[in-house]
């Protein structure tokens, strides 16, 4: 039995650099919990196929569609975000989670990814695999749907 | 809640990721390791072969690939035996298998399916194969024993796999969850239509299916199906109500998957085919043409009727009303006739269809102008304006955003500036910067304080950074800001830097024009622009607002019908009560009779209720549900009482100045009211909203009080499905559509609803992975009915590809 050290400390390297992102876009995909096991479930495949992922030219895209498919084995209704904690924001609106989890999957990643955490367009359509205009037809799309299904107009 | 949105997904999932906490990265390994990790050298430059379906060897070749790696893992599922490199079972490349031989494969599958040879359909499969299906709301995996029952099945019922189209070019096995060998399978995909015993006998369309082979050497080693709209439950729901009442003993066993042995399965088909037949017997023939219509006269007065898209924020379209009356498709509903206007997906792609002095213009999302007399059909015209177009709109109109009826230019936006004119014909050149748009990154509309919609703000993202700009009436851009990456720019906006136009001193009432500083300054600074005002929450035919503005010892409110431009009534007069804060939120209006209104205004920082008689506005006690939290209040309107829902309780009142909380524990968690004929109130809710489990359950009232199912209620695939919209028609109908079912069920009385299919082209497009699409909602104005959705193509944004028009029979 051999163990490779530079593998793994590369490996780590970049799953604790990625694991935020992977973990936010398939948070977005299948809510809270079952997109944090995706996560998980997506960082170990990866780790076992590390001399593949690393080789890819978009190794975020690449783990990301495989933590998708996992998570889409045990998908089998709409993601489930965490309720709204009124005390420590009492300016969200209570019915936000559910109402991004009734977004089309796309809309609801876009929405999630860019304003929730901040991502920019580029980033977003690269782990799309899209352009940016599509995200931002996605977002604005998004947008007013959040919006007709929380009946607000700001 | 008085919070822009993105704000609020801003702050709700920065504390959501707090609370969901990282992936423990160190358990992630610790699991792997010891869930039967082990280390074998494959220091060796040549790759094993591979065969798919076992990752563990996919993840030891891929291994391989990599000369100058000296060790590789293999991995085993729950105490697996790990083989060595030199495993025995796997299967050398086939250089000479190429997508000519793959391609064969999937004709002999089909050949043998259509000619019932089950057994010769299942000597195409590898030993190893997988049999998935999957279609827009759920997916199931078949074992091998349920897959040939799934043939049998097929088969006995006399099942025809017809009109296929495979790919012309069959491709190497993509990659999607495990690494595979390009060189040893090819994926071929199929399109074809599934006629079975149903669809046979009732001569209803095929249901659409697609099929994956992963076409291996071996055989095939993986199938995989994606079952189109309608699928097996959407066409075969009417056949199988009929035998629930005629042979209530084999509701079940004509089902699929009703069976656990091949004979089983082999005899449930044949019974669904003899049922099947019976079934169609009892089916009245296709009505004819009614005689009494005169098709010449409708030609010369074709008359317009109008379309307003709900679910496209206001997007209006227009047909000749003899095209609509023209081409129909039985319907369901009586007499009642169903037509379909197909919109072209690629012109709702680039931000919605423009109204014209002369029909209809739109630029498609590659630059190209399109215009129409009719929104039915199209033509490409040579652009008069340098650079590429982004997109046309009225002044005033927000992309996929609501539409102004004062607005009275159009602009036209290029990448080398903005073009603007009166009438579409004479065009003149008003800023040469324009917004932000596809080029360049995020756009985001700000309305601003001076009229109704002012201020744009863009954050424009280039290679060399990000800018900010801004305008009013998108004409003349200012860059405000302009920053070397956009990381500083994004921290602007989260700040709120950026956000509204001018501020407002509550002390003297002096409006500034300014951007706000930050987002505290914003929340509690008052604005005269549409942050202080309140609409009347769509959809509506009039828009209601009600503006507060303003000093602290001089108030005046103001409730205007902006659809009509007049004023239907004014408070005036020092109301400390209100406070500075800024009102804005929801206004829900309610007619308590033929001279009260009710007008309650919630979300906002304090809610408020007011009554109008006449032209008086009244202020009244605030009302207990005025103050809580959370979405606006349902109201539900009886012959003497209005109830107000909440998610947590609800009152009822007789006159709208006092309130009795109504007994009871739990209420309904309301989604959407209805009052349909004879007060009866339909309300569509989610009993079970606080899990998130499950799907929207439909609850009757005669009372407003006493909840209760429908007898009869629409009955839906899935527990899964959630409700998208309710409406109604002045005939007395009314509808529901269900989110991924292309169906509308209707009802008179919010007891018996009864399913109307309606004629949405089937179009599975080419990426299924996301479904073929969502009923967006119905609405309803007078004699018409639109059903609106999203279908995506796989390649860009969803699109609205069908609008379904109800025309009353003549």
Redesign the interface.
């Known amino acids: ?4 050290e530079s ?1 793994i400390d590369s490996f ?1 390297e970049w ?2 650099l990625v ?2 992102k992977l ?2 876009t398939l ?1 977005a995909s299948f809510g ?1 919990q079952l997109g ?1 096991d995706a ?2 479930d997506a ?3 990866a ?6 992922v690393s ?1 890819n030219d978009n190794r975020l895209g ?1 783990v990301y ?2 933590g998708r ?2 998570a ?2 045990s998908a ?3 993601p ?3 309720p ?3 005390q ?11 109402a ?3 977004l ?4 609801r990643v876009v ?2 990814l ?5 991502w ?3 980033e977003v359509a690269m782990l799309l695999g ?5 995200v ?6 998004g ?6 299904s ?5 | ?17 707090r ?7 160190a ?3 610790r ?2 390791e010891e869930g039967g ?5 494959v220091s060796r430059v040549d790759p094993p072969p591979v065969r798919r379906r076992s990752w563990w060897v ?2 030891l070749a ?2 391989a ?2 000369a100058v ?5 293999v ?1 085993t599922r729950n105490g697996d035996e790990a083989p060595d490199a030199a495993d025995t079972t796997l299967t050398p490349s086939d250089p000479s298998f190429t997508a000519e031989d793959a391609l064969a494969v999937a004709d002999e599958y089909f050949e043998r399916y259509n000619a019932g040879d089950v057994a010769g359909v299942l000597g195409l499969f590898a030993a190893e194969a997988t049999y998935s299906s999957r279609w827009c709301c ?2 199931a ?1 078949y074992t091998p024993e349920l897959f040939e029952m799934l043939l049998e099945w097929d088969v006995a019922q006399g099942t025809q796999l017809i009109e296929r189209v495979c790919s012309d070019s069959a491709q190497p096995a993509a ?5 595979v060998s390009a060189d040893t399978e090819v994926a071929v995909v199929c399109e074809y239509g599934n006629d079975n015993a149903v669809t046979q006998a009732g001569r209803l369309d095929p249901v659409p299916i697609r099929l994956t082979l992963v076409i291996g050497s071996d055989g095939i080693d993986e199938w995989s199906e994606f079952i189109g709209t309608p699928d097996y439950v959407a066409c075969c729901e009417v056949f199988g109500g009929w035998v629930g009442r005629n042979h209530p003993d084999e509701a079940v066993a004509i089902e699929f998957g009703a069976w656990t042995t091949v004979d089983e399965a082999r005899a449930g088909g044949e019974l669904r085919a003899r049922r099947a037949a019976e079934w169609a017997a009892t089916l009245e023939p296709s009505a004819e043409a009614d005689p009494t219509v005169d098709e010449s006269e409708s030609a010369e007065a074709p008359g317009v009727t109008t379309i307003e898209l709900s679910s496209l ?1 206001g997007v209006v379209v227009e047909a000749p009303t003899d095209l609509v009356t023209s081409e129909v498709s039985p319907s369901s509903i009586g007499d009642l006739q169903w037509t379909a206007i197909s919109v072209d997906p690629a012109l709702l ?1 680039a ?1 919605g269809i423009v109204p014209t002095p002369a029909g209809f213009a739109v630029v498609r ?1 590659d630059g190209q102008l399109l215009l129409s007399d009719d929104a039915i059909e199209w033509r490409s015209v040579v652009s008069p304006f340098p650079g590429r177009l982004n997109e046309v709109r009225v002044s005033g109109q927000i ?3 609501p539409q102004h009826p004062q607005a009275a230019e159009f602009l036209m936006d290029t990448t080398e500036g903005l073009w603007v004119s009166s009438d579409f014909v004479t065009w003149n050149l008003s800023g040469t910067s324009s917004r932000a ?3 360049h ?3 985001e509309w700000i309305t601003g304080p001076e009229f109704l919609e002012t201020t744009f703000v863009s954050d424009v ?1 280039t290679p060399d950074g990000a800018q900010l700009v801004h305008a009013d009436w998108s004409i003349d851009w200012d860059t405000l800001v302009l920053q070397v990456g ?1 990381e500083t720019l ?1 921290q602007r906006l ?1 700040d709120g830097a950026v956000l509204g136009g001018n501020s407002w001193d509550a002390e003297t009432g002096i409006v500034t024009p300014a951007l706000y500083a930050s987002y505290e300054d914003f929340d509690t600074a008052m604005t005269l622009g ?2 202080n005002q ?2 009347e ?2 959809p509506s035919g009039v828009q209601i607002r009600l503006s507060i503005s303003g000093t602290v010892d001089d108030w005046v409110i103001l409730l205007e019908d902006v659809t009509h431009g007049e004023t239907l009534g004014s408070i005036t007069g020092s109301l400390p009560a209100l406070g500075p804060e800024d009102p ?1 939120g ?1 206004l829900s209006r309610v007619t308590l009779d033929d001279t009260l209104e009710l007008l309650a205004r919630s ?1 906002g920082r304090l809610g408020a209720a007011f009554l109008l008689s006449g032209d008086r506005l009244e202020l009244v006690q605030p009302p207990p549900w005025v103050s809580l ?4 209040p349902k109201f539900v309107v009886t012959d003497d009482e209005v109830y107000a829902y909440y ?1 947590s309780g609800a009152w009822r009142s007789a006159d709208g100045r006092t309130w009795q909380a109504l007994d009871g524990d739990e209420f309904p968690t309301i989604h959407q009211f209805f009052t349909g004929p004879g007060g009866v109130v339909v309300a569509a809710a989610d009993p079970t ?1 606080a899990e ?2 499950g799907g929207s359950v439909l609850l009757r009232s005669e009372d407003g009080i006493n909840w209760a199912p429908p007898s009869q209620p629409p009955v839906l695939p899935s527990d ?1 499905i ?1 409700f998208s919209h309710l409406a109604a028609a002045e005939s007395g109908f009314l509808y529901l559509a269900y ?1 991924t079912e292309f169906a509308v069920w209707t009802s008179t009385d919010g007891d018996i609803w009864e399913r109307v299919d309606a004629p949405i082209p089937v179009d599975l497009g080419p990426d299924p992975r ?1 479904g073929p699409g ?1 009923a ?1 909602g119905v609405t309803s104005s007078g004699t018409v009915v639109v059903l609106a959705g ?1 279908r ?1 193509d796989g ?4 699109t609205t590809a069908w609008i379904i028009e109800r025309v009353a029979s003549r």
Not at chain 1, 114 to 118: A, D, I, L, P, W
Not at chain 2, 2 to 15: H, K, M, V
């Open positions: 039995v051999l163990l490779n593998l780590t799953a604790e694991e935020p973990r936010h948070t809270s944090k996560a998980a960082l170990a495949h780790w076992v196929h590390w001399d593949v080789t690449y569609a495989v498919n996992m889409r084995r089998r209704r709409r489930v975000f965490l709204v904690d009124h420590r924001l009492p300016d969200v609106e209570p019915g936000l989670p559910d991004i989890a009734c089309p999957e796309r809309q929405i999630t860019v304003y929730g955490y901040q920019t367009l580029s899209t352009e940016k205009s599509t931002q037809s996605h977002a604005e799309r947008l007013a749907r959040l919006r007709r929380l009946g607000v107009e700001l | 809640v008085n919070t822009p949105l993105t704000d609020q997904i801003r702050d709700y999932f920065g504390d959501a990721d609370e969901q906490g990282a992936v423990d990265l358990a992630v390994l699991g792997v990790v082990v280390l074998v050298d996919g993840g891929a291994a690939t990599v790696v000296v060790a590789g893992l991995v759920d997916s995996e990659p999607d969850t495990e690494p924020d792609a931000g999302s992309p996929l955003g748009s596809a080029p990154g995020l756009a993202e956009d994004r989260a549409d942050h309140a609409y929450r769509p804005a929801r979300g939290p959370g979405s606006a998610d909203a998130l489990q899964q959630w989110e996301f969502l967006m999203e995506y390649r860009a944004a969803p």
